[in-house]
């Protein structure tokens, strides 16, 4: 059975990490500034309901990955998402950085994080967007994820091996190529420049059609905070009709994706099955 639905030539998941302040956490070895913070509180007071907004627009369903912290903070955001079709996944409590964390302290952060999420929505999260150590992928097997989202070492989703066995983990590889957080993230704290929306559809759009010549997937990872500015959205927007335009893409969230993968992934020869776009 072929990877994706018959009549699809190229997978897409537009998915938005909504970090708010906890973003700048990360990127600024937790020492962010007022003025960071509030860049982050951007994301869910105006970023958010313009994307909102535009997915409706365009008729598509997205991901959304929140720290339980965010979804306790902006309990409201949180819902409209949830009430307007889109995916809720878990991006940790806090933000964490789970490599720095013991096997007992992701479990507990995994729960929490989770509680917070079903808090708001009801409905406990299947996917993850983690900075991952060694043992996550096991951990989060173990707790019945569906999958992650944030390993570098693919184009194609696989299945995690675990143990030294294909598992039911499924990986839906990242790239910063299709990260806005590369091209649009500034503080006076991070010496970075920041790209024009124009130069960064140049890129979105080359990276669309060589997948789209392959057969493959694009896992797009945007902040409210940053593409829900409204040139960088409008930037985006194009990109999406472009690529609808094709007639043969196929806009959906990770877990359907994930789905598919889990039922259609051998459980043998897991990195070459992932290479195989036919």
């Known amino acids: ?25 990360v990127w600024l070895s937790g020492k962010p500034t007022l003025l960071d913070r509030s860049q982050g509180e951007y994301g869910p007071r105006v970023g958010l309901p313009r994307i909102l907004a535009m997915l409706a627009r365009q008729n598509l369903e997205a991901t959304f990955f929140v720290p339980g912290r965010i979804a306790e903070r902006y309990p409201d955001a ?99 190529a299709l990260n806005d957080s590369s091209c649009f993230a500034y503080s006076f704290g991070l010496a970075k420049p920041l790209l024009t929306p124009g130069i960064v559809e140049a890129m979105y759009l080359e990276e669309f059609e060589a997948e789209y010549q392959e057969r493959g997937f694009c896992m797009f990872m945007l902040h409210p905070q940053l593409i829900g500015r409204p040139g960088r959205l409008r930037m985006l927007e194009r990109v999406v009709n472009h690529m609808k335009s094709r007639g043969d893409v196929l806009f959906t969230t990770a877990e359907k994706v994930a789905e598919r993968c889990r039922q259609v992934l051998p459980r043998d020869g897991v990195r070459e099955a992932a290479r195989n776009r036919n």
């Open 78 to 176: 949180v819902r409209a998402i949830f009430e307007a079709g889109h995916e809720i996944a878990h991006h940790g409590y806090n933000h964490e950085d789970f490599s720095k964390l013991s096997a007992t302290e992701q479990r507990e952060v995994l729960a929490k994080g989770a509680q917070a999420l079903k808090a708001v929505t009801g409905r406990a999260p299947r996917g993850t967007r983690l900075i991952p150590g060694e043992d996550t992928a096991a951990i989060l097997h173990q707790a019945g994820y569906l999958y992650a989202s944030i390993m570098m070492d693919a184009e194609m989703p696989y299945r995690h091996v675990i143990d030294g066995k294909a598992s039911d983990l499924i990986e839906l590889p990242t790239t910063f």
């Open 1 to 25: 059975m072929a990877l994706w639905p018959e009549g699809v030539r190229c997978c897409a998941v537009l998915s938005f990490d909504l970090d708010a302040d906890l973003f700048w956490s």
